[in-house]
């Protein structure tokens, strides 16, 4: 199970029955995919997916498990992992980078994932395999980091999963879903709402100033492979500082989430939403209703969650020489899922005016 800070495992059941309760939902449209959990869930459920990031990793991921069909890829698949993980680690950029210059992995499995990594862009294989098998090898390297789960927190000794030997295994790849193959797309999510339809829209934006690119630099560079200039004691690149969502401004959020909603193509849209986001409860479901109003009327359902922080936060603040500073606020936070029904594809202007949000509380 890959470490992923605002990863929805434990959210999926309440997604799922949230899609679910459309009927007539074959297609659901997943617009900020990360690892694809939600989209591989909804897969082996049966429906189509269509998963959208702009992050090349998480591209990768949603090849695999949502595009990408077991009966197309597996024997192939397990052939090449057969092959790889006889490889004899080559030290090379990897091992330089994140094992000498910072703390990822450590040195004798950074160059297995030197050697793995040159050898499956000298095999050239078309785009799913080559994706499975990125995916595969960024699943290996998980399995072994020195992190708290976000690529810039180091620990200061190495974690006791460190000194496991890095091994590949071939990823959980679905049979095709019963509404159809799925698809991966690296767009940013206002051009990927504009260009896709679907029965349901799912929503899962960034919510504070952290940007996932610079919270998993080492995968974005394990998968595009560009061996670019690194700066900072995580090394993380140098585009990190260029590229990001404007989802992390707080004064730019609500203007984005309202313009991505106009633009969606969905009759049915689900967003997840943290208590510790940049828009409060009541305002989102503001923004939500005025949604529902351009659409000609719909409904509003909200339902609260309460969940454990992630791994980092629960540990605390500690200073370089590994003394707690200061005390952590608070060890739970709230996940609200908003389900947005409205009948119309588009933002029609006419029709009466929005229900009030109906509120919910479905502790999980």
């Not at 459920?45 to 998480?58: E, I, K, L, S, T």
Request: charged residues 25%.
């Amino acid at each position: 199970m890959i470490k992923y800070i605002g990863s929805k495992r434990t959210l999926i059941p309440v997604i799922l029955d949230a899609v679910r309760g459309v009927t007539t939902a074959g297609t659901v449209l997943d617009l900020f995919s990360g690892t694809s959990r939600v989209g591989h869930a909804l897969k082996r459920a049966g429906y189509r997916v269509v998963a959208n990031d702009h992050n090349a990793y998480a591209a990768a991921l949603a090849t695999c498990y949502v595009q990408t069909d077991a009966g197309n890829v597996l024997e192939d698949a397990a052939k090449l992992v057969r092959e790889f993980n006889s490889l004899k680690g080559t030290p090379g950029y990897f091992t330089e980078t994140f094992c000498i210059r910072s703390r990822y992995v450590q040195p004798v499995n950074g160059a297995r994932i030197d050697a793995i990594r040159e050898a499956i862009a000298a095999k050239c294989p078309e785009p799913e395999l080559e994706a499975v098998m990125l995916v595969s090898l960024m699943e290996a390297a998980d399995r072994v980091d020195s992190t708290t789960g976000l690529q810039m927190a180091y620990l200061k000794g190495w974690s006791p999963r460190s000194y496991n030997p890095l091994e590949l295994r071939v990823p959980d790849v679905l049979p095709r879903a019963a509404s159809g193959k799925g698809l991966a797309s690296c767009l940013d999510a206002h051009d990927a709402a504009a260009a896709f339809e679907a029965d349901v829209a799912y929503i899962d934006p960034p919510y504070n100033q952290h940007s996932y690119l610079g919270n998993y630099h080492v995968w974005e560079s394990l998968v595009r492979w560009d061996k670019p200039e690194v700066y900072g004691v995580a090394c993380k690149r140098l585009d990190v500082r260029e590229r990001r969502s404007a989802f992390n401004s707080r004064p730019r959020f609500a203007t984005e989430m309202r313009q991505l909603l106009s633009a969606i193509r969905a009759p049915v849209v689900i967003i997840s939403f943290s208590n510790e986001g940049y828009l409060s409860r009541e305002t989102l479901e503001t923004i939500l209703s005025e949604v529902c109003e351009q659409r000609g009327g719909g409904t509003v359902t909200t339902i609260e969650n309460d969940f454990k922080r992630y791994i980092g936060a629960r540990i605390g603040i500690h200073n370089p020489r590994g003394e707690k500073v200061g005390t952590v606020s608070h060890l739970t936070n709230t996940e609200y899922v908003y389900v947005v029904r409205t009948g119309q594809i588009g933002g029609s202007q006419s029709g009466p005016r929005a229900a009030r949000p109906r509120r919910e509380s479905e502790p999980v």
